[in-house]
């Protein structure tokens, strides 16, 4: 499909987009700046079947979506940009070698339990800085970018030496992603288990059965140190249950679970039945004392590995004040939207100025009550809604009722990990015990009541996924825009435009981008870039990818039209 001027370009998507163009979507128009994201070119796998490497395939078509407002043939010649920002999430960075991992539920439970490219988790979220940095500014709008935001899972297993990676990957500085024993990989993967991949042997193991390669010299490349640029524009953090809780599920406080963290003995396995019951644990919190039990019976496969001090798991209060250290504030700001008011750790949301008239607000969707899902306790539900009503001319009430105010309007972005599906969780939060926890319905609901509130961004299901909360009264609808995942297949990060119209409507441009790597690269390329391209390749080739994640054409690189009155 040949290029558009923007004239045309707007005039096909807004007469067009409500019928044959909407989840089809059309070429980027001539003037919007398509280099380094997925409008230009994107990864696509050689083959039909079986291991397949990637290779440079055609960029992602534009689909605008009106599901919530009509496009306006000319809404283009009017558009002033109100802000341009990139969101990661899930970066997932790792201690691999973790004595406090549960890697052999990973054929019960999948890729949260073990992914075959998870020592790479640290390569691919540096290239994935430098792609930011080199992009010009938004595709579409042409504004510089403001801001990154991540939405949470920073780290994978809330270790301190976790923080530290994912400190020093955003702010730049060179790190190491070992633990244990400074020379040497001491985890599953080199463990002789066909349960795992096990890249420098011969050993048939079931993921060589797949056609995973042999690759000598792999793991002790992976874990060589390497240099983060870090980001060249501010940078905001949002918390993730990964960020505070035992691999993202368990709650801390197991004091069998927690002895292993900073101990010597690496469990590599039980029988069906006890890998089973850890299984079970981490997805229904009524077995937790069922695999406490079984982790304590010393009747399992362990390996002796080397102790270090640095896995010791952080608390919500040490994570923001890791940010707050003066040494970690990269290219600002101080705190990275945490303040001294969130340093107790207890309410660790915040708000912070996107732009001028437009706020963000980051949320903490996380309970320490454990388990992977989330939920929001009602004090911050209440904030929240203060938040709302103070930057709002005119909001709804509970039961449906206008009521307009004299002040001066402000435009917001929520920001969570969790998103609208995954809030089921009840547990109570020991920060805040008898707080009452609400789903996300009633978070949806909160939101719909202000015609202020463009969009709900977050993370956690590794999917890309936009979906239009729409509404009776079309200006109480919004946008949740959900973003794939760092760790898992396809990698990718969002940028996220907002402009206004100026006919009663914004658009919101997303577009996806990928690491910046090689999409193919020699299996003895073991330079920074290289292990990020061949993470990228193990990463569509583990055992539970999941081909879905990667979203439709409608999920992906899209304009979403919003009414404003």
């Not at 400190?167 to 070992?178: A, M």
Request: aromatic letters at 10%; charged letters at 20%; a negative charge.
């Amino acid at each position: 499909m040949g290029s558009l001027s923007r004239r045309d370009f707007f005039r096909a998507t807004g007469v067009v987009g409500a019928g044959a163009l909407w989840g089809l979507g059309v070429a980027p128009p001539a003037w919007a700046v398509v280099a380094g994201t997925t409008l230009e070119t994107a990864a696509t796998p050689v083959g039909a079947s079986g291991y397949r490497r990637l290779a440079a395939g055609p960029g992602w078509p534009v689909v605008v979506r009106p599901d919530l407002a009509t496009a306006n043939p000319a809404r283009a010649e009017r558009r002033t940009a109100l802000a341009c920002f990139v969101q990661f999430t899930d970066m997932h960075l790792v201690d691999a070698q973790s004595p406090a991992r549960f890697e052999y539920t990973h054929p019960l439970i999948g890729a949260g339990a073990h992914r075959a490219q998870e020592l790479f988790a640290q390569h691919t979220s540096a290239a994935l800085v430098d792609r930011v940095n080199g992009l010009r500014g938004g595709p579409f709008t042409g504004r510089p970018i403001d801001f990154v935001v991540t939405t949470g899972d920073n780290t994978d297993n809330h270790e301190q030496v976790e923080l530290d990676w994912y400190l020093t990957t955003l702010n730049g500085g060179t790190l190491t992603p070992n633990t244990g024993d400074p020379t040497r990989y001491e985890g599953v993967q080199n463990s002789g288990s066909r349960t795992y991949w096990q890249p420098d042997s011969s050993f048939v193991d079931d993921y060589k059965a797949l056609g995973f390669p042999t690759v000598p010299g792999l793991l002790d490349a992976a874990v060589r140190p390497i240099t983060s640029r870090g980001l060249n524009v501010p940078w905001y953090s949002t918390f993730g249950n990964h960020d505070d809780s035992v691999v993202g599920t368990l709650p801390d406080g197991l004091p069998v679970v927690d002895g292993l963290y900073t101990g010597s003995t690496k469990i590599m396995g039980f029988d069906d039945a006890g890998n089973a019951a850890v299984a079970r644990a981490m997805t229904d919190p009524a077995h937790v004392l069922d695999a406490a039990a079984v982790l304590a019976s010393n009747r399992g496969l362990v390996r002796t590995v080397t102790p270090d001090a640095r896995r010791k798991p952080f608390s919500t209060a040490e994570f923001v004040r890791a940010h707050l250290d003066p040494r970690n504030t990269g290219p600002g700001p101080v705190g990275h939207g945490f303040t001294p008011d969130n340093a107790d750790g207890v309410d660790v949301f915040y708000t912070f100025r996107i732009a001028p008239g437009v706020t963000g607000v980051s949320l903490d969707t996380t309970t320490l009550g454990g388990f992977s899902e989330g939920s929001i306790g009602l004090h911050q539900y209440r904030w929240l809604e203060n938040v709302l009503e103070r930057g709002s001319s005119r909001y709804y009430d509970p039961f449906g009722r206008l009521v307009r105010r004299s002040v001066t309007d402000e435009r917001f972005v929520v920001f969570s990990h969790h998103t609208s599906t995954t809030m089921t969780n009840p547990l109570p939060d020991r920060r805040r015990p008898l707080d009452l926890r609400l789903n996300g319905d009633a978070l949806v609901s909160l939101l719909q009541r202000f015609p202020n509130v463009v969009a709900w961004v977050n993370g956690h299901t590794h999917t890309n996924a936009i979906t239009a909360h729409g509404h009776a009264t079309p200006e109480r609808a919004f946008w949740e825009i959900n973003t794939a995942a760092h760790v898992d297949y396809p990698q990718h990060a969002r940028v996220i435009e907002i402009a206004d119209n100026g006919d009663g409507t914004l658009s919101l441009f997303t577009t996806l981008v990928e690491v910046d790597a090689p999409y193919e690269t020699g299996y003895d390329d073991f330079s920074a870039t290289g292990l990020a391209s061949l993470g990228r390749e193990f990463a569509f080739n583990d055992r539970h990818a999941n081909p879905a994640k990667v979203g439709t054409p409608a999920d992906r690189n899209t304009e979403l039209l919003l009414a404003t009155r």
